[in-house]
């Protein structure tokens, strides 16, 4: 399997995100943006330590607070996870696509996705469980799962990840890090820009609350528009050197 070639990824990731601009901005915004922002401003607030606390209470005030967003954190990767498959539609069909058709596609698709995210979210969890490695290499080799349903329409989730799961063959780590690089340096500026604006107006109401939410929201649709993009251009790459198998 020829090797994975991540600047010519990038490139080609940068030429999808230029094209259709206005439309995958469209769904970015609606399925990537407003949940996150929606969740940020009426979901529930951290649970903040006492002060004082000691290690193991600040632990369990964190643990708590994982526990009760879980649900809204799930919710977001399923409603972002449709989103993404719109748009990579929009950039994957070979022939025109609006976004009606783009979006009605991707409703067609909700039960795919969520069967793949129960069947990846156990395989990462499984992973984490017996050692961290096999979780971050099944994340480089599952990348163009959302990408194979997008293009094939591919309804049978095992089929999607099996397909992934061969395309990527020898090249699960450098996808892997491909994708935490630009999601470390997007999660960076997030920290830095949250933090400027947490400073000056607060984290916990009134205008603080509101521009962190934007704030949040902004990076997030950023962020996964920029991934989507980046697993679209990885598959394109892959699938053109496994033409044969891929375009049958």
């Given at each position: 399997m020829p090797k994975f070639d991540m600047g010519a990824a990038w490139d080609d990731a940068v030429l999808l995100l230029k094209s259709h601009s206005a439309l995958?901005?469209?769904?970015?915004?609606?399925?990537?943006?407003?949940?996150?922002?929606?969740?940020?401003?009426?979901?529930?607030?951290?649970?903040?330590?006492?002060a004082g606390a000691t290690f193991e209470q600040i632990m369990q005030a964190l643990q708590a607070t994982m526990r009760?967003?879980?649900?809204?954190?799930?919710?977001?990767?399923?409603?972002?996870?449709?989103?993404?498959?719109?748009?990579?539609?929009?950039?994957?069909?070979?022939?025109?696509?609006?976004?009606?058709?783009?979006?009605?596609?991707?409703?067609?698709?909700?039960?795919?996705?969520?069967?793949?995210?129960?069947?990846?979210?156990?395989?990462?969890?499984?992973?984490?469980?017996?050692?961290?490695?096999?979780?971050?290499?099944?994340?480089?080799?599952?990348a163009l799962v959302s990408a194979f349903v997008a293009d094939r329409g591919i309804a049978n989730p095992l089929t999607a990840i099996g397909e992934s799961w061969s395309l990527t063959k020898d090249n699960g780590w450098r996808i892997f890090f491909f994708l935490f690089l630009v999601g470390l340096v997007i999660g960076i500026l997030t920290l830095i820009v949250a933090g400027i604006v947490g400073a000056a107006f607060g984290t916990t109401e009134g205008a603080g609350l509101i521009l962190t939410g934007l704030v949040e929201a902004g990076f997030a649709a950023v962020g996964g528009l920029v991934s989507a993009a980046i697993c679209a251009a990885t598959y394109r790459q892959l699938a053109l050197r496994d033409a044969d198998r891929v375009f049958s």
């Open positions: 995958t901005g469209a769904i970015a915004s609606v399925f990537l943006f407003l949940p996150t922002l929606a969740v940020s401003w009426f979901g529930p607030q951290p649970i903040e330590p006492a009760q967003m879980l649900p809204y954190q799930l919710l977001i990767a399923l409603i972002a996870a449709v989103g993404g498959v719109g748009i990579m539609r929009l950039w994957l069909a070979r022939s025109g696509t609006s976004v009606s058709e783009a979006l009605g596609f991707a409703l067609k698709m909700l039960p795919t996705m969520i069967g793949v995210q129960i069947l990846t979210g156990l395989a990462m969890g499984i992973g984490f469980i017996l050692l961290l490695v096999p979780a971050l290499y099944l994340m480089g080799r599952l």
